[in-house]
């Protein structure tokens, strides 16, 4: 059978007439519990939009330093996964003609303005074959990225487009391929 609250209470506690201690300050009428609840909707002082503007920046230099480093939480989906750093350190640690794509251009665009026929006639020539030799060169890097990528992780495991990651990855400069690469020429990692 349950206690009732007289039966559970002994007889010769306190007096019933001791009230809780006083928390010290009146309470406040219903306007001031409003007024102190009153906030805009959106923050629009210029101390909130610094902070803001601070903040965006700090992420996005931490989100650029991870995805220079080939931190997988901050690359891009195109660049994420075991089997896209392989083919990427793969292309780091060679030397490839495509790479020199971007510099023969700039030279071959300063001898357009020589004003001699045959130095631009002959530079825009070996332009097209430079690039013709560049195309080459990727063909041959992605059946190789692609075999060695086979090699590696299996047949039946192999993602789709590594061949072409790691042609487009070659026509780039060195220095400004993103992810930077994590191999020195010649060293191949594992």
Known sequence: MAKTSSESAPHDSAPEDSAPPSKGRPT??????????????????????????????????????????????????????????????WVDSRWHVAELVMPIMVVVLLLMFVNVAAIQTGSYVALWLFVLFAVIDMIITSSRVKRAARAKFGNDR?????????????????FMRLPKPQVARGRRRS
Request: overall charge positive.
């Open 158 to 174: 192999l993602e789709r487009g590594l061949g072409w990651y790691g042609a487009m990855r070659i026509v780039q400069m060195r």
């Open 28 to 89: 406040p009428s219903r306007a001031e519990q409003e007024a102190a609840r009153r906030r805009p909707l959106v923050a629009d002082t210029k101390e909130a939009k610094m902070r803001q503007r601070a903040e965006a920046t700090a992420q996005r230099e931490k989100a650029r330093a991870g995805m220079a480093a080939g931190d997988d939480r901050y690359l891009t989906a195109r660049d994420r996964g075991p089997q896209r750093r392989f083919v990427r350190d």
